[in-house]
């Protein structure tokens, strides 16, 4: 038997890397600058460590273009490599020197963490650029610069070099296809979308425009204070003085691209509101307020930091798409991960960090495994926490948000029924006083009128003469104009055992009849009335009731039965091709009802053969229909005729 290790050939393995490992090649800039970055780690951790000694200027890493020359250089200030280290990490593929270094002090954990893990970053280069130079000197005094270069990522050749200071700089020759990213805008967008928040501060210069003496740079106070006293006596000169000021002015010192420490990385409570908002301007370009935001930080089972924010919604037509923004390590890896965010929080607009992220080797998509599914259920968690929480100690504010924040919570319920469980005792609903009240409360309330029924309304307009005799009676409804109010309904029915809910038109409470017709009577007047109003309204099949209402003034009402109504709103919904569609059309399963008590009705079933008893019933049945819907175009022609007509007889 034989032994030995398997080896890759850089040839085969290659082609593979700079076609397949990235899904996107810009992501060579992401996987360049958090190499940098990990330089700059380890030395901080050596000199933490005392073995290295804390230099005077500050850690930096530099992205320098030149659209001229179609090359992009990656200057970092950190640990730098002797020649071994470039043999061992970079000329053999997928051996980490991070891993290597975690390795060795292991013990001695610091807060920053490591981004490289998998030994291949510094490759993605290659997707970009023909040609790849290195020029590293270690921190190591002693030991020589190394000078490295690599045509295709076959073969290399390696050097020792002059370097004056320590650090790495890796210069990328541009191929054909690449050359975009020596454009000043594109590789500032592409550093903003995967470095925006990188622990070392990125500065960029573009190699072909006059560069200013960094001497000349305002950086101190002094020299500020002395420029704003020359700007303000230049305003006192008046037009026509010399402006020789202006050209004294000096250039201010250049400001890195990224933010070092996110705002998720700090404690809650060192963050003022403020600063939640800026943050959120920033990262996410909207300028309209965040309703207010959650902020995640916990240590343990596993680490993750993040800031959620609740977005303001103007109508439920708005956009609600939001953006949830997942970091490694303050390493942007990608928008909306599915596996880590719930699907009913990428409404929101938020930012997550989880440095224990199982990361495949492309750091743009997750192995995935039942640890992404805790930190999604503990998000989740959170959230409903942080809601029910604000239910309790500041109720106000909850119902001031309600309004723009019930869709979120009720598509949250409707998906995860651990988000339903959680939330199901803070979903309120406005009553018909306008107040905010919870199912519970509601039912409580109409325990004696209507026990475990649910009146609500769909449309305050369409509804009102509902609504006014529901108020006359004493009885309560709830207002659910959402569209997710819908499929919500059926959720809160399911989950509530003997409570059903109808729309406010579905039936008439008996609470609205007075003294009861008598079995004969009501029968008499029905057959009567149905004749009638069949024969003037050319009509057949003609649901028609007669109830004596309390309120004289009540003609007529259109009543329609909420299972029919329900099923005739999913059939328009899911268009149903090829089903009958007078099965369930418009008005289907609806009752006339006619209230006994009132003069006109009276006046039908004593005339009903009088001249004006046609007239009377086709205008009783449309005003009935107006409470309801609107009228067909034809019969609304009719209507408005017909109206105009009685008014005729008015001035007779
Ligand atoms: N700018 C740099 N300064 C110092 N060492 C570097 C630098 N860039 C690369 N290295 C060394 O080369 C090794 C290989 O880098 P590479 O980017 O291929 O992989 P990695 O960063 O370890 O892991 P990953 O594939 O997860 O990014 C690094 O671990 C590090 O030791």
């Known amino acids: 038997m034989k032994n030995g290790n398997l080896s890759i050939n850089s040839e085969n393995i290659f082609p593979v890397i700079k076609k397949w490992l990235y899904s996107d090649h810009d992501i060579f800039v992401r996987e360049l ?15 933490l460590m005392g073995e290295f000694d804390e230099p005077d200027e500050p850690y930096r890493i530099d992205v320098t273009t030149s659209a001229n020359d179609k090359t992009i250089t990656f200057t970092d200030n950190g640990i730098g490599m002797t020649e071994e280290e470039v043999e ?73 070099c002059i370097k004056a200071d320590r650090g790495t700089t890796i210069t990328l020759y541009l191929n054909e296809d690449s050359y975009e990213f020596a454009n000043e805008y594109r590789i500032k967008e592409v550093i903003d979308k995967y470095c925006s928040f990188m622990p070392v501060e990125i500065y960029y ?37 010399d402006d020789t000021k202006t050209e004294e002015k000096k250039p201010e010192a250049p400001k890195p691209l990224n933010t070092t420490t996110p705002l998720w990385a700090k404690h809650p409570n060192d963050c003022t509101d403020e600063e939640y908002k800026e943050f959120y301007r920033k990262v996410f370009h909207d300028y309209k307020e965040p309703l207010f935001w959650i902020h995640l930080n ?18 439920q037509y708005d956009n609600l798409e939001g953006t949830i923004k997942l970091y490694n390590n303050q390493v942007f890896v990608a928008d909306n991960i599915k596996e880590v965010i719930p699907e009913f929080l990428m409404l929101l607009k938020g930012c ?10 492309s750091r743009s998509a997750l192995q995935n ?22 239910y309790k100690t500041h109720r106000e504010d909850y119902e001031k948000y309600w309004d723009d924040i019930n869709p979120f919570i009720k598509f949250g319920c409707l998906k995860d029924l651990k988000f339903l469980d959680k939330m199901k005792d803070f979903c309120i609903y406005k009553n018909l006083d306008g107040k905010y009240i919870t199912l519970p409360e509601y039912l409580e309330a109409g325990k004696e009128k209507y026990e475990n029924k649910v009146f609500y309304v769909t449309d305050e307009q369409a509804q009102s003469q509902y609504i006014n005799m529901f108020k006359a009676e004493g009885m309560d409804a709830l207002i659910m104009t959402q569209t997710i109010d819908s499929p919500f309904i059926t959720l809160l029915e399911q989950k509530n055992e003997n409570v059903h809910f109808y729309r406010i038109d579905a039936e008439l409470s008996d609470n609205f009849v007075g003294e009861e017709l008598s079995e004969e009577t009501a029968k008499e007047y029905k057959d009567k009335l149905t004749a009638t109003f ?20 009540t003609s007529s009402i259109l009543t329609q039965p909420e299972e029919t109504r329900r099923m005739q709103e999913m059939m328009k919904m899911y268009g149903m091709a090829g089903m009958d569609p007078s099965m369930f059309g418009q008005g289907e399963g609806e009752t006339l009802i006619l209230n006994s008590n009132n003069k006109l009705v009276k006046y039908v079933l004593d005339n009903p053969d009088s001249d004006n008893t046609a007239t009377i019933c086709c205008q009783l049945y449309d005003l009935a229909v107006l409470a309801n819907r609107p009228l067909s175009a034809e019969a609304m022609t009719k209507f408005i005729a017909r109206s105009n007509e009685i008014l005729g007889i008015l001035t007779k």
């Not at 101190?220 to 204070?225: L, N």
């Not at 069949?534 to 057949?540: N, P």
Request: hydrophobic share 35%.
């Open 88 to 160: 061992k990490y970079i000329n053999q593929i997928a051996f980490s020197g991070a891993e290597a270094f975690l390795e060795q002090y292991k013990d001695k954990a610091t807060e920053e963490q490591i981004i490289g893990h998998f030994g291949l970053g510094f490759y993605s280069a290659f997707m970009v650029a023909d040609k790849v130079t290195i020029e590293t000197k270690s921190y190591k005094d002693g030991e020589d610069a190394v000078y490295w270069e690599c045509k295709d990522g076959l073969e290399y050749s390696m050097k020792k």
């Open 352 to 361: 997550i960090d989880c440095p224990d992220l199982p990361l495949n080797v």
């Open 205 to 241: 210069t573009n190699a072909d425009e006059p560069q200013e003496d960094p001497k000349d740079a305002t950086v101190d106070v002094d020299a500020k204070e002395v420029s704003d006293t020359a700007d303000n006596a230049e305003d006192s000169k008046g037009p026509d003085a």
């Open 298 to 315: 916990m240590d343990y089972p596993f680490n993750l930091k993040g800031i959620l924010y609740f977005p303001k919604i103007n109508t």
């Open 369 to 390: 495994d039942g640890f992404v599914k805790k930190i999604s259920d503990y998000i989740t968690k959170k959230v409903a926490d942080k809601l029910s929480g604000m």
């Open 534 to 553: 069949e024969k003037a309204l050319d009509m057949k099949n003609l649901n028609v009731k007669v109830e004596s209402l309390k309120d004289e003034n």
């Open 33 to 47: 600058i958090s190499n940098g970055c990990d330089a700059v780690t380890k030395l901080k951790k050596l000199s």
